[in-house]
């Protein structure tokens, strides 16, 4: 058997699988969208960089709903609030599933993963559980003061090496994550456990990208033996399913054993090892605390850089709101001469609000992730079958003008209540739709959210940020880019960070 006869099985697979769809009687039709090619469907019209950008364009020609076909794969574009609240939210036991690859879930081993688990694993509700415990409003209050040390470290980070702002974020991220999961005091911008996850996160994307792998379209190819001729992606499957059992057990063995030694810093894994109520943990439990701990810094490092991120360039672009947040600040904090704390932040309404247009402005994740059906389903009359793969397209509903009227603008006055208007002109809550849908909504919301305002009141206290200047002091106005993944970022984030005032300088002097 060599490579050619593999495709021509490929090719026959998919037509016979077509053949089938196609025959076999199907109520009703499937919903509108650009019309494909016989074998390979949308293939051709997947759209390489920001494809939230042209799912929202095609929702003028073919409306909320898009369909398309990849091969055999269906798949469906959610571009409107109410089709996403209708399936992903109300119909959530039908719609909370992943979409399944041969390659990464089946022969790299990753089916138990947290992000990919199938939601009707009886491990899935054990997971969920898990993180809500170790990620609630509770349990982000034991974490407080993990938080305010890192954010004066990124606070003595800017200060000292002001225009290196995207790595001192990113830095942070993974200090709090890592801290946060297991108890590790990050080392630098070389620390090893930090380099190994990040590592991993780029096997695991290569791993399980969408259509990189014949096998994932005809899954019958797993079966031929690692020797064959054209089964180079078997000998890649036990190489990457090596590497990502290792970047998986070894922070959390680093925090067993610090557990044992009775040294330890409080964290998720050490708080599920050692629980409140004294049970003692099986092997079972000790297996789905290590692959909830693993998913911590994939859920959390990321999309915390990305925001900040864009918090950084929206301020440069916008030094009134700037200039709000921090009259707030210092009416708060300064006849105290302190930096502020978790528990500051429900008096700081304009910093709350700052991260909820962060949340809008720059969805982190502008298409969320995708979600599966369980079963068929039919809405609007329209069918939408088993294994369907579903995006809610969160850019677009955050840039919808009948919502977020002026959306590209950055206002975060939106969200300030505004006691002369009606509840009903108020402007949808951006956290309902940022973290995702149904029962695989982010259990990290809440962490997140606190870790972000408090970043920011402690970044709004200390500095003032613009945008960047030339030799002469005149502004320079750059073009951003943004990155395309399940994240976006901005690439070229260039802007000026300055201490406000001597007293600034000494708040955070305070600490060296
Ligand atoms: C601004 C920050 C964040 C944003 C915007 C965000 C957004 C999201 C989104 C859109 C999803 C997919 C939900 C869905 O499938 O419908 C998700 C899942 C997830 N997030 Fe977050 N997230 C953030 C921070 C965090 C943090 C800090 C953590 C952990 C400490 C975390 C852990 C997770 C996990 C474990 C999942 C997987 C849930 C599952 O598949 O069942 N996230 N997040």
Same mark, same amino acid.
């Given at each position: 058997?060599?490579?050619?006869?593999?495709?021509?099985?490929?090719?026959?697979?998919?037509?016979?699988?077509?053949?089938?769809?196609?025959?076999?009687?199907t109520r009703?039709?499937?919903?509108?969208?650009?019309?494909?090619?016989?074998?390979?469907?949308?293939?051709?019209?997947?759209?390489?960089v920001?494809?939230?950008?042209?799912?929202?364009?095609?929702?003028?020609?073919?409306?909320?709903?898009?369909h398309?076909?990849?091969?055999?794969?269906?798949?469906?574009?959610?571009?409107?609030?109410?089709?996403?609240?209708?399936?992903?939210?109300?119909?959530?036991a039908?719609?909370?599933?992943?979409?399944?690859?041969?390659?990464?879930?089946?022969?790299?081993?990753?089916?138990?993963?947290?992000?990919?688990?199938?939601?009707?694993?009886?491990?899935?509700?054990?997971?969920?559980?898990?993180?809500?415990?170790?990620?609630?409003?509770?349990?982000?209050?034991?974490?407080?003061?993990?938080?305010?040390?890192?954010?004066?470290?990124?606070?003595?980070?800017?200060?000292?090496?002001?225009?290196?702002?995207?790595?001192?974020?990113?830095?942070?991220?993974?200090?709090?994550?890592?801290?946060?999961?297991?108890?590790?005091?990050?080392?630098?911008?070389?620390?090893?456990?930090?380099?190994l996850?990040?590592?991993?996160?780029?096997?695991?994307?290569?791993?399980?990208?969408?259509?990189?792998?014949?096998?994932d379209?005809?899954?019958?190819?797993?079966h031929?033996?690692d020797?064959?001729?054209?089964?180079?992606?078997?000998?890649?499957?036990?190489?990457?399913?090596?590497?990502?059992s290792?970047?998986?057990?070894?922070?959390?063995?680093?925090?067993?054993?610090?557990?044992?030694?009775?040294?330890?810093?409080?964290?998720?894994?050490?708080?599920?090892?050692?629980?409140?109520?004294?049970?003692?943990?099986?092997?079972?439990?000790?297996?789905?605390?290590?692959?909830?701990?693993?998913?911590?810094?994939?859920?959390?490092?990321?999309?915390?850089?990305?925001?900040?991120?864009?918090?950084?360039?929206?301020?440069?672009?916008?030094p009134?709101v700037?200039?709000?947040?921090?009259?707030?600040?210092?009416?708060?904090?300064?006849?105290?001469h302190?930096?502020?704390?978790?528990?500051?932040?429900?008096?700081?309404?304009?910093?709350?609000?700052?991260?909820?247009?962060?949340?809008?402005? $720059?969805?982190? &994740?502008?298409?969320? *992730?995708?979600?599966?059906?369980?079963?068929?389903? !039919?809405?609007? /009359?329209? =069918?939408? @079958?088993?294994?369907?793969?579903?995006?809610?397209?969160?850019?677009?509903i955050?840039?919808?003008?009948?919502?977020?009227?002026?959306?590209?603008?950055?206002?975060?006055?939106?969200?300030?209540?505004?006691?002369?208007?009606?509840?009903?002109?108020?402007?949808?809550?951006?956290?309902?739709?940022?973290?995702?849908?149904?029962?695989?909504?982010?259990?990290? $919301?809440h962490? &997140?959210?606190?870790? *972000?305002?408090l970043?920011?009141?402690?970044?709004? !206290?200390?500095? /003032?940020? =613009?945008? @960047?200047?030339?030799?002469?002091?005149?502004?320079?106005?750059?073009?951003?880019?943004?990155?395309?993944?399940?994240?976006?970022?901005?690439?070229?984030?260039?802007?000026?960070?300055?201490?406000?005032?001597?007293?600034?300088?000494?708040?955070?002097?305070?600490?060296?």
């Open positions: 058997m060599d490579a050619s006869f593999l495709l021509s099985g490929a090719a026959c697979a998919v037509l016979l699988a077509l053949l089938y769809h196609r025959f076999s009687r009703l039709p499937y919903p509108p969208g650009p019309p494909g090619k016989l074998l390979t469907g949308n293939w051709h019209q997947l759209p390489q920001q494809p939230w950008l042209a799912y929202t364009s095609w929702a003028t020609q073919y409306g909320p709903l898009v398309m076909r990849i091969l055999n794969q269906h798949m469906l574009i959610l571009n409107t609030l109410p089709p996403v609240l209708d399936l992903l939210d109300a119909r959530s039908l719609y909370s599933d992943r979409p399944f690859s041969t390659m990464y879930h089946a022969l790299v081993g990753r089916a138990m993963a947290v992000f990919s688990i199938s939601s009707l694993h009886p491990r899935f509700r054990r997971y969920r559980r898990l993180l809500h415990t170790g990620l609630s409003p509770r349990a982000t209050s034991g974490y407080a003061s993990l938080i305010e040390a890192e954010a004066r470290t990124l606070g003595a980070g800017l200060r000292d090496r002001p225009r290196d702002v995207a790595a001192h974020v990113r830095r942070n991220a993974g200090a709090v994550i890592m801290k946060l999961t297991y108890g590790w005091t990050v080392q630098g911008d070389e620390d090893y456990f930090v380099k996850i990040e590592e991993a996160f780029v096997v695991g994307k290569k791993a399980n990208a969408m259509g990189a792998w014949m096998v379209a005809v899954p019958a190819m797993r031929i033996p020797w064959f001729p054209g089964a180079y992606f078997k000998r890649r499957a036990h190489e990457f399913r090596e590497f990502l290792l970047t998986d057990s070894a922070p959390f063995e680093w925090a067993k054993t610090q557990l044992a030694t009775e040294k330890y810093t409080e964290s998720f894994t050490s708080r599920h090892l050692r629980p409140e109520d004294g049970h003692s943990v099986d092997a079972e439990e000790e297996d789905a605390i290590k692959w909830c701990s693993a998913a911590l810094y994939v859920g959390g490092a990321d999309t915390t850089v990305s925001a900040l991120t864009s918090f950084f360039y929206a301020m440069s672009l916008y009134d700037q200039k709000r947040a921090q009259a707030e600040l210092d009416a708060l904090l300064s006849s105290e302190r930096l502020p704390r978790v528990a500051d932040l429900p008096y700081l309404p304009h910093t709350q609000a700052i991260v909820k247009e962060v949340l809008r402005w $720059a969805p982190v &994740a502008p298409l969320g *992730l995708p979600h599966c059906l369980t079963d068929n389903d !039919t809405y609007m /009359d329209y =069918s939408i @079958p088993k294994g369907t793969v579903v995006f809610a397209n969160i850019w677009a955050m840039h919808d003008p009948e919502r977020y009227p002026d959306p590209f603008r950055f206002d975060p006055e939106r969200f300030i209540p505004d006691p002369s208007k009606s509840a009903i002109s108020e402007q949808p809550d951006p956290r309902k739709f940022a973290f995702g849908f149904g029962r695989r909504i982010c259990p990290g $919301a962490f &997140a959210e606190t870790s *972000l305002q970043n920011i009141a402690t970044i709004l !206290t200390l500095f /003032d940020i =613009s945008k @960047p200047t030339d030799d002469e002091g005149r502004e320079i106005e750059s073009e951003v880019e943004w990155s395309t993944g399940v994240t976006t970022h901005i690439l070229n984030l260039a802007c000026d960070v300055k201490l406000r005032s001597p007293e600034a300088a000494a708040l955070l002097a305070q600490d060296d």
